[in-house]
């Protein structure tokens, strides 16, 4: 059988054809057999004299044209903010080989190199997008195998997400002398929307008549996942997106400085600096106004379900990190189980 990255193809002329991605580009050859033993044949040697053509990609040949073509289904943040460093760090520690020539050995050296004073959640981060340009590597048929997928990411002990209680919110906000980005965080803990999706909404993306909040990509701003999603306006974000609306300039952001956008620099820094004013606990960043978001409600007992779709999360296995606090909820399941007869 050819190679998952290496496939025959007969076409009505009666000739075998075998097609392979060569640098994103997918191509065909033809095997000029009308048989398939003698196809599979010219396949075994194409293939092998392909990858040893390919074998002598360095990685840094291949992270120029991991960004020029990946730049139109990745952010630019996510590719300068976390791509980036992964392939710097890899470079540094493993050396810049031919792709080809990494091995596990590598993958391993690298990942203890980096737990050597980093948490073992960036580290996966990095990890993973690693494996994920090594996978790309590999359907482009610049590599045989991904040195990635023969190892694993490094164990996290599991904790629970850092989140205000009602009481330190209050004390949070009370910190919090100016307006705007009061607002700006009483919206991020009734939403659970993320950082950037706040600093991006538009007013044309608010139905103030149906109570709708549409989350979706923009010409500045995409999704985590690409896809978009609505959430309806609680009583408490409808009095918030109605103050802001009496207060509007000219800029169709909801949340601004004078006109102009925010940077997720300047917030988190400003969150950072309420919080230690507050006394409250460091763990807490920007993200866990989200994390607080999901946490009362399921304190509320509403469904990981309801609460997935609310987040956006793709999965409700991500949402799974919030099943602890609702333990005292199955309560009242097991209180209907009885020894006695009804």
């Known amino acids: 059988m050819p190679s998952p990255k290496f496939f025959l193809y007969k076409r009505p002329n009666g000739y075998w054809y075998i097609g392979y991605f060569d640098n994103g580009r997918k191509r065909w050859k033809s095997t000029r057999a009308t048989l398939k033993p003698?196809?599979?044949?010219?396949?075994?040697?194409?293939?092998?004299?392909?990858?040893?053509?390919?074998?002598?990609?360095?990685?840094?040949?291949?992270?120029?044209?991991?960004?020029?073509?990946?730049?139109h289904s990745l952010r630019p943040s996510?590719?300068?903010?976390?791509?980036?460093?992964?392939?710097?760090?890899?470079?540094?520690?493993?050396?810049?080989?031919?792709?080809?020539?990494?091995?596990?050995?590598?993958v391993e050296t690298f990942k203890n190199a980096m737990l050597e004073g980093r948490s073992a959640t960036y580290v996966n981060i990095l990890f993973r997008c690693l494996r994920a340009a090594f996978n790309l590597a590999l359907n482009w048929g610049a590599v045989a195998q991904n040195p990635f997928s023969k190892s694993s990411i490094v164990r996290v002990p599991e904790r629970i997400p850092a989140h205000f209680t009602r009481e330190q919110f209050k004390a949070f906000l009370e910190a919090t002398k100016e307006p705007m980005l009061r607002d700006l965080f009483a919206f991020a803990v009734v939403t659970g929307l993320r950082q950037g999706e706040i600093l991006n909404l538009t007013w044309s993306d608010i139905q103030f008549q149906r109570r709708l909040i549409t989350v979706q990509s923009s010409g500045r701003h995409f999704t985590k996942t690409g896809?978009?999603?609505?959430?309806?306006?609680?009583?408490?974000?409808?009095?918030?997106?109605?103050?802001?609306?009496?207060?509007?300039?000219?800029?169709?952001?909801?949340?601004?400085?004078?006109?102009?956008?925010?940077?997720?620099?300047?917030v988190g820094h400003r969150f950072k600096r309420i919080v230690r004013t507050a006394k409250l606990d460091e763990a807490l960043h920007f993200h866990s106004l989200r994390h607080t978001f999901a946490t009362w409600l399921v304190q509320e007992g509403v469904s990981l379900y309801e609460i997935q779709k609310l987040l956006g999360h793709?999965?409700?296995?991500?949402?799974?990190?919030?099943s602890h606090l609702a333990v005292s909820q199955l309560h009242n399941a097991v209180s209907k189980i009885s020894l006695t007869s009804n």
């Open 227 to 266: 896809k978009a999603r609505t959430i309806p306006i609680s009583d408490v974000a409808f009095s918030i997106l109605s103050t802001r609306r009496l207060v509007a300039s000219s800029s169709d952001l909801v949340f601004h400085r004078k006109g102009l956008p925010l940077s997720q620099t300047y």
């Open 38 to 71: 003698e196809a599979l044949h010219f396949l075994s040697e194409f293939r092998a004299n392909l990858r040893s053509r390919v074998s002598t990609v360095l990685l840094s040949d291949f992270v120029t044209q991991f960004e020029s073509t990946q730049s």
């Open 314 to 322: 793709s999965s409700i296995a991500v949402t799974q990190v919030y």
């Open 78 to 106: 996510t590719i300068q903010r976390i791509y980036r460093p992964a392939f710097e760090a890899f470079l540094s520690i493993c050396g810049n080989k031919a792709l080809s020539a990494y091995t596990i050995k590598d």
